[in-house]
């Protein structure tokens, strides 16, 4: 677990200094070209810098082993915060709204020029390059939080792409497109802070991890067991706690555990299960 946070930590501070190099240049390229649209990408790829110093906060308490107060570890912490970062992104895209709607009925001049454009190209690189990194880090460390933040980072590709065309039809002659833009990025900034949410929820409010069907089904392929039921589980991926009425077909005490062990052996193998609590049950004709 130790080197797990360590590698995350690590991640982490790197996003955090590429994130904050963007956020300086688009924040030079929005104020010098007075666009909206560029000034919500820029407050997008600010709230993705301050996302990695949330996250290496939460990761620093996730990883801290289980004590009297929480028996099951802190892992949930983790969850905790990735369900945060859902919420600055619907913040986000209200303030992104709450501003295109100002400006639709005060249209400004935009400078639309080969600075701003070249700039902005070079960010939308930037951008594609760290979320290709967050996204391989993730997978490898089976992390929530940077699976979470690199989502947020590829909202920003998708953004930048938009916000680039949105000048590019404003220096031709269409100044609404600016606040159109707009919206259209708080739609999905929006959209990514509802996927967070929704894959945070489960996880926070219990809900069932592994199917009770494929946990039985492991369950049997274990010789001594002649059934299982009242099976349960939740939890995180590689994190899920499951327990279970298991029934043997021994009197024996030390071959019951025996039994159990095997089981336990089993469901982490095969699911990746952290723990299995088992309330054995005698066999009877």
């Known amino acids: 677990m130790r080197g797990y946070a360590k590698a995350v930590r690590r991640t982490l501070l790197v996003v955090f200094a590429l994130n904050l190099a963007i956020v300086v240049l688009k924040l030079f390229v929005g104020l010098r070209a007075g666009s909206l649209a ?34 099951y570890g802190h892992g949930k912490f983790e969850t905790v915060g990735a369900f945060f970062l ?49 996204q391989r880090q993730a997978k490898r ?12 980072t590829r909202v920003d590709v998708f953004v930048t792409g938009s916000v680039i065309a949105g ?39 219990d809900s069932i991890l592994y199917d009770p069907a494929e946990v ?3 369950v049997m392929e274990v010789p001594g067991v002649t059934n299982v039921h009242d099976i349960r589980s939740r939890g995180r991926p590689n994190e899920g706690f499951v327990q279970m009425h298991l029934v043997v077909n021994t009197q024996d005490v030390i071959e019951a555990h025996a039994i159990t062990e095997a089981v336990e052996q089993k469901l982490s193998a095969a699911l990746g299960v952290k723990e299995t609590l088992i309330h054995v049950e005698p066999w009877e004709d």
């Not at 460390?141 to 947020?152: I, T, W, Y």
């Not at 100044?175 to 929006?190: C, E, K, N, R, S």
Request: charged share 15%; aromatic share 10%; no cysteine.
């Open 38 to 71: 560029v000034l919500g990408d820029t407050a997008h790829a600010g709230i993705d810098a301050l996302n990695n110093v949330v996250a290496l906060v939460l990761i620093h308490i996730a990883t801290r082993p289980p004590d009297d107060d929480h028996p």
């Open 86 to 134: 859902s919420g600055f992104l619907f913040l986000t895209a209200y303030e992104l709204v709450s501003a295109a709607w100002t400006r639709l009925g005060t249209p400004q001049e935009v400078l639309a020029d080969e600075l701003t454009l070249g700039v902005l190209g070079f960010t939308l690189l930037f951008n594609i390059g760290v979320t290709l990194y967050e």
């Open 141 to 152: 460390l089976q992390s929530e939080v940077l699976a979470a933040d690199a989502a947020h």
């Open 167 to 205: 000048l590019v039809a404003t220096r031709y002659g269409y100044p609404f497109a600016d606040p159109l833009v707009t919206f259209l990025v708080a739609g999905v900034v929006a959209w990514a802070g509802f996927s967070l949410f929704r894959s945070t929820l489960p996880v926070l409010t």
């Open 216 to 218: 039985k089904r492991l």
